[in-house]
């Protein structure tokens, strides 16, 4: 009988059979799953850190041994100064590192209290949310070798970055608005608390030198309200005018610079009204907008970092004019250049593009290829960066580094996308620079009538109209309800690399499917298993097929990988490439493979050969085990369809959206899968030009169609659906110009997606109709006087305020 494994103290995850690891936590041996695992632990315990695993609510990292093994790898980054991050004033560096792995606010104490008891570290920020840190310290007293290797010694995985990634960007962006906000909130507050004074005034006794004393101050803290917080709003109009384009901040600013010009004439004057009051309350509201804007805009960049962690910080060149395995020399992965001899050690990632030259090798592409198994590769093979090698080392010649790489040619697609307007937001820009002309058109025409109306009222009714007219709803309304699709989106494990997919999502009639990859996890699973001998059980055949695929690397041996082997310790195991896999067990020999390969094992082909041709009707990858007396076990690999597809289907035809499949595997298979799924619509054996055209023939129907696949063999058919989604891929993707990312590794996202897209579209209408609604009923009011210009800003501010928070629906 088969014990439950022990759970691992650090990780959590089992035990393997065997495995007597233990680590010494107040006096009780308790059970690790790895050495790697016991290592930290133990880390942990001198550094009197142990209160860790009482705070943490989630299972720490299961610990890479190999990488642990490697800790003066980041010897390398000393001597760089490059790397230390941004010089300080008193001679410290700010350090900008990732760090994967934090789940919880007991990790960030982790973290912190280790890295701060350090001699030469003053201070250590962590975001939780996206596991950026920033790291104050001091060169002459620590080296970066040691904070990084601290980092990693806890469990967790540091990567070094630079100061021109997007993530520091936004987060210098985010921290310029909100002093800018801050600012503005401050100096709104103090004026109102003058202007209050001075209205409570008009209705009781004020001495003139009390009222001159409160106007002065409002001057000077309007002020910087105005030329410092107000400065992007002069920025963007400069800019508008540059390019003949007038925008929402032309309007702003000629409304700002008056108002204030004005207030400033009428104080030293002595006589008129001032308008400090509505100049600061104009900029607060509206920098307020622009900031919720922002911080929904801000939530889609970013997957920048995930792609920032698939490359490694070193990479192992081998010098040598005949590369030798045995004197790598560990680099910073920016030394590499192309033509190097770059070698790769087993479980570590490819860090650039290039070709194999010695050594033979699996490679897992899953996140570059959305291909599940792992990939042979041998001599000649192209490999690409992010690639992570699972079997013996290899070494290989760069072909391409850094921007050439293929993982590069993704990251400037997601920006491409960040910065690509959709035509319904270049539609609303277009609508909102005509009506920028207008609204400075309908100002001047107001002031000049007034001048013949009531002289003394002609620059406050000019003022409110130019004030309440102020298209920033317009122009935000569109703007932020696709951010926050971005946003929503993105939490649901799709990234958008076109934002006119959104648009498109929301008017299909059609899904069609790619098979593999897509319906199906990619990754083989044992459908069936047949016991041809009565002493052998269905559970003991895969009990040993189990046992002896985990000395395999073969993709075949994924199937088996989260099986228990029960007892079975085969020996003197010998891999036989394109045939399986052969071993000792209690001095009997046992294959597993092939079927003329076990065969071989005894004298009954002819009925094995009938078994064979029995067993070859079914679906699926044929795999025997045998003994010298025979074969005794029969098992069937398919490709296991996904958890959630079946119910994936259901809800797509449920909304009244058909369902296709499109694949280039057997009739066989794909009728099984069809069948599983309750698709009526399927075609086999289809070469992509052959889906292309059927893709075509739906749409001359008058349908609009999302296309799913693979990205890779499906790049001519997600191009020329309507709108297209990709599997977790990356590389082919960008060549392939799919509008989404499916990088949740679940189907089940495509409903939420399709739900989110009519949403935004709905919103998106609501946004403009009501902001085309205010201005409508906001501007008879101002021009015909009724407005203060104080009025007028609180309209303004609400009118975008209401359609930042409807578009933060959709995030909810």
Known sequence: MTQTPQSCFHCAEPVPAGCDITVSVDGEDLPVCCHGCKAVAEFIQAGNLDQYYRYRDSDSNKVDEDKLSRLDDWLAFDERESYWGEPQADGKRSLPVLIEGIHCAACIWLLRTALVKKKGVAEVQIDLSSGFARIIWSPNEIKLSELMQTMQLLGYEPHLMSEDRNVEVFRKERNKAIIRLLVAGLGMMQVMTYTVGLYAGD???????????LEGISLLVATPVVFFSGQTFFLGAWNSIKVRRPGMDLPVAIALILAWSASIYNYLRGEGSLY????????????????????????????????????????????????????????????????????????????????????????????????????????GAEVLAGSVNLGDPISMRATACGEATAISALGRTLLDAQLHKPRVAEQADRIASWFVSGVLLVAFSAWLAWRFIDPAHAFEVALATLVVTCPCALSLATPAALAAASRRLMKAGLVIVKTNAIEALSGIQRVVFDKTGTLTKGKLNIEQINSLRPDWRSQDIRALATAMER???????????????????????????GQGIECQLKGSPYRLGEYAFVALLSDHAGHHQQLESEHSVVPGIHIYLGDSAGVLGHLVLTDAVRAEAAATIQQLQQKGLRVSMLSGDSESEVSRVAKLLSIQQWQARKLPADKLNIIRQYQQAGEQVLMVGDGVNDAPVLAGADVSMAMGSATHLAKSSADFIVTANSIGTIVEAHTIAKRTSIIIKQNLGWALLYNLLAIPLAVSGVLAPWMAVIGMSVSSLVVILNAARISR
């Open 551 to 577: 000395k395999s690397e073969h993709p075949l041996a994924t199937a088996f990988a989260d099986l228990d082997a029960g007892d079975y310790q085969p020996e003197a195991v010998k891999i036989h490439p």
């Open 203 to 213: 209705f009781s006794t004020i001495s003139e030198n009390m009222r001159r004393f």
């Open 276 to 379: 400090f009051d509505s100049v600061v309350m104009f900029v607060f509201f509206l920098l307020l907008a622009r900031y919720l804007e922002f911080s929904l805009r801000r939530k889609s960049a970013d997957l920048g970092n995930a792609l920032s962690r698939l490359l490694p910080e070193i990479a192992y060149r081998l010098d040598a004019d005949i590369p030798d395995r045995k004197k790598p020399l560990a680099v910073p992965l920016a030394d590499i250049r192309t033509g190097d001899y770059v070698l790769i050690p087993k479980g570590h990632t490819v860090p650039v593009d290039g070709e194999v030259i010695d050594g033979t090798s699996m490679l897992d592409e899953s996140f570059l290829s959305g291909e599940s198994l792992p990939r042979s590769v041998s001599q």
